[in-house]
């Protein structure tokens, strides 16, 4: 081949020329002899090239530790960037835009993302700087996003990104790296979060004490509870300096706090072991660990933490700084669930709560009203509501008092002041929650009090019904098969179809007007399940009456057939319930003289 003829002085001008890097590596691999004298003029130029093409930048990210070597060997900067620009895409109001944005990053960065612990070993051993930040290497830094640390150390891109990062963890702490970057606290339990196997090491080098708080005060055994890491937990309370009770000085919350707060039962019993453990410790508001445990979601675990709370000796009745105690707290609707804490406020009261430490809140609401405000009927939520409601009654508890919203109270849950059997028929919807009330003696004819528009009274059904059926951004508006249930028990137990001061009676408002044409299943069902003890005939009259005077006045059209049609249901449930006797004379005059009107 005429390449292994030419002089080596010659061949070493023809590769100084070359200003291409891919014409001259094609040279080096044309022969042996192009190898072995213009290998080095090859790394040489590279080294002098534009940093995206280093071959430091190639070797770090394809695991060549015999490229990373020889380049190095050549006189070739380990801690080359690759500065790239690279085409982005940005998310702004619903609009995608392209947008250049930068790239930068060494290759400790690529090593150490891709798990290849020699070439990482390697550059630590050789000097890499090892808090060398990176700008858009990985998604904690984006056009769309802007953390509080934007440039990312190696340390960063091994705890949360690199492949077996905990090995390449160790190694750049081992060499020095304390930071993910550039202003950051140093490393603190956000190692341990992402990395676990870290906890021993952090523990031994101190990294974990409670002074190694992030920017937001917490101390790494807060981070540790709220996560639920027992082990970790553990680890850190084996320091003889650690201090159990130390709070977030924000909020005050203690690390007990935080892990009954995410219901962590493990993390909890360790806490709760340690020496010098305040079990009744009290946050910013003067909120105690059980009051804690009272908030959140109707799971297993709230029962299982207020046992070990109360047996470790936690005030069941410790009030906060409004007065509230944790019996009231879990009755209460949380922000976060949207429902009260059924199976907290059964286990608490299973504990000895005085239900009579705090009965009211600003509306007048008692538990039984908080109890009974709408929530998912699933049967783990309404066994521990049903059993709450029965002891409540058992230790003699008020359940029959009307609430008393405040003015500025305004939603579906404030439209309308009513009786806990009120809450219970149009709220919860429990049939079962109805029947615990009226078997103790709830009365099922206390007026309800309409505020969605301008107060005014109504009685119990009609609120009901308007609750139900007649908002039309109520969320829940159940079908008659399934609200027939209710209505029959409150018929049942003697709730009163007529109207009160003069407002708009439960069976007119079943009478004014058919969801759809031909719909009459509510007033049909309300005739049939009624008796005398319901509606008076006298009421029964007025809307007979009503209905005539109607078809009269508006003449032939759907709405004659309508009021015709509920004049004649109307008509037949009065001879049932009291017979063709009873009528005015007046009324059977006027009654005929639309019988005589239909006929004509």
């Known amino acids: 081949m005429v390449l292994d003829k030419i002089p080596t002085e010659i061949l070493l001008q023809i590769g100084k020329a070359t200003t291409n890097e891919k014409d001259l590596g094609a040279l080096v691999l044309a022969n042996r002899h192009t190898y072995q004298t213009l290998n080095a ?79 990482t070993k390697y550059l630590l051993e050789n000097g890499v700087t090892v808090d060398m930040p990176s700008v858009g290497f990985c998604g904690c830094h984006s056009t769309t996003f802007r953390p509080r640390y934007p440039a990312w150390f190696p340390l960063h891109t091994a705890i949360c990104h690199g492949r077996e990062g905990d090995k390449s963890a160790e190694m ?9 970057a550039s202003g950051c606290q140093g490393l603190a339990f956000r190692a341990v979060k992402y990395q676990p196997s870290l906890a021993r090491t952090l523990v031994n080098m101190g ?17 540790a509870a709220l996560c639920g890491m027992a082990e970790v937990v553990k680890l850190i309370l084996e320091r003889p300096d650690t201090d159990v009770g130390v709070v977030i000085p924000s909020i005050e919350l203690s690390a007990l706090h935080c892990s009954v707060e995410q219901r962590e039962v493990g993390t909890t019993k360790l806490l709760l072991e340690a020496p010098g453990i305040n079990v009744n410790a009290v946050d910013c508001r003067g909120r105690t660990v059980l009051y804690a445990a009272a908030k959140g979601a109707n799971d297993g675990s709230a029962p299982k933490i207020i046992a070990l709370l109360v047996k470790h000796g936690a005030n069941i009745n410790q009030a906060d700084e409004s007065g509230m105690t944790p019996l009231y707290a879990a009755a209460c609707r949380s922000f976060v669930y949207n429902y009260s804490n059924f199976m907290a406020v059964e286990a608490l009261l299973n504990h000895g709560a005085d239900p009579f430490s705090y009965q009211k809140n600003p509306n007048h609401w008692s538990i039984f009203h908080q109890l009974l405000r709408s929530s998912p009927n699933l049967k783990e939520v309404v066994r521990s509501r049903r059993a709450a409601l029965t002891k409540l009654i058992e230790l003699g508890v008020d359940f029959d008092t009307r609430s008393w919203t405040r003015g500025d109270d305004v939603g579906a849950d404030y439209d309308s002041d009513g009786t806990p059997l009120f809450f219970a028929a149009a709220h919860a919807q429990d049939p079962e929650c109805m029947k615990i009330l009226l078997e103790a003696g ?21 609120g009901v ?65 009624a008796t005398c003890r319901n509606v008076s005939i006298g009421h029964l009259e007025r809307l007979i009456i009503d209905n005539a005077t109607k078809i009269r006045r508006v003449g032939r059209g759907f709405w004659t057939e309508h009021y015709d049609a509920v004049f004649h249901r109307l008509v037949a449930a009065e001879e049932r319930d009291y017979g063709d006797g009873d009528v005015d004379d007046d009324d059977d005059e006027a009654i005929e003289r639309v019988f005589d009107h239909r006929l004509d």
């Open 41 to 119: 003029v090859l790394y040489e130029h590279n080294r002098k090239g534009d940093p995206k093409n280093s071959c430091v930048i190639w070797g770090a990210n394809h695991n060549s530790l015999d490229t990373i070597k020889r380049a190095h060997s050549y006189g070739a900067k380990l801690d080359v960037y690759d500065a790239r620009t690279e085409p982005r895409f940005k998310v702004q109001w619903f609009t995608k835009s392209k947008k250049t944005s930068r790239k930068v990053y060494s290759p400790l960065h690529a090593a150490v993302l891709k798990g290849f612990h020699e070439v």
């Open 172 to 180: 750049l702490i081992h060499y020095g790296a304390r930071k993910e």
């Open 207 to 223: 990294f974990l004490g409670d002074e190694n708080r992030d920017h937001s005060g917490f101390a790494p055994i807060h981070r």
């Open 442 to 462: 709830a009365r099922p004819d206390t007026a309800v009090l309409n505020r969605e528009v301008e107060e005014y009274e109504q009685s119990f059904l009609a």
């Open 465 to 529: 019904f308007r609750h139900m059926w007649d908002t039309p951004e109520r969320r829940c508006t159940p079908p008659l098969s399934q609200a027939g249930e209710i209505i029959e028990m409150l018929l049942r137990h003697g709730s009163r179809l007529e109207d009160v001061n003069g407002e708009e009676s439960a069976l007119a408002y079943a009478c004014r007007y058919p969801k759809q044409k031909g719909d009459y299943e509510l007033l049909d069902f309300l005739l049939e399940k």
